[in-house]
């Protein structure tokens, strides 16, 4: 798998509402987060405790299961094609072993995340993540990617579900990212949904030009 393209083109006044706000949608990046060193049931145990929890309505994307695969065993690919990220939104660094780095400038994010497991038809991903901006916090997070290869006679497909969910180190911001809840988290599921189109725009046209003729 990590030979597959080889030969290809891959190569106004804060407020608590204000607070919450970025940090959310901070991490509402799915690659922003990291934790070193965490046991394997530590992700059940994000899950089961987690702050906020949301989930994408399934999607299609149009490619075949090996492009699909590279860009999750390989997630630095993404901020390497075309215009999608800018360097304002994204910056991943590769670390070895599905570890990498994140840095969001504009959010004044970084955080560091891991591949912690692969499973048929689904990729988890684990992470910490710490933000500054006039206050400093942090935070855990899981991502979960179903796909699904789907039946189509004219053109691959695989379709896709993630599940994000976020666990505030303190139990204090917890408590107010909940109570503010119907106020950020449909700002929280916009911007997951910006993200995940991106990516799929990449995917889609990445598949598209590796199997163009000439």
Do not use: C
Not at 71 to 99: C, P, W, Y
Not at 184 to 200: A, S
């Amino acid at each position: 798998m990590k030979d597959l393209y080889n030969r290809s083109m891959y190569r106004t006044k804060p407020s608590v509402h204000h607070f919450l706000l970025i940090f959310l949608i901070s991490f509402s990046w799915l690659t922003s987060l990291y934790s070193e060193g965490l046991p394997d049931d530590e992700v059940k145990n994000i899950i089961r405790k987690s702050t906020i929890t949301r989930t994408q309505e399934p999607f299609i994307i149009h490619t075949d299961r090996e492009t699909l695969e590279y860009f999750m065993e390989h997630v630095e690919e993404l901020t390497k094609h075309g215009r999608d990220f800018s360097k304002g939104e994204l910056i991943l660094e590769a670390k070895g072993n599905s570890q990498y780095n994140i840095h969001i400038p504009s959010k004044h994010i970084t955080g560091k995340f891991q591949l912690a497991e692969w499973q048929p038809n689904k990729v988890i991903y684990q992470g910490h993540g710490n933000a500054s901006t006039f206050l400093k916090f942090s935070g855990l997070i899981v991502l979960e990617v179903d796909y699904l290869t789907k039946d189509n006679n004219t053109e691959p497909s695989e379709q896709v579900k993630t599940t994000v969910h976020l666990k505030f180190d303190n139990a204090f911001f917890a408590l107010l990212a909940k109570a503010a809840s119907p106020v950020f988290v449909p700002k929280l599921d916009k911007f997951i949904t910006k993200f995940t189109n991106k990516v799929k725009n990449i995917v889609e046209t990445t598949y598209t030009t590796r199997n163009t003729p000439g």
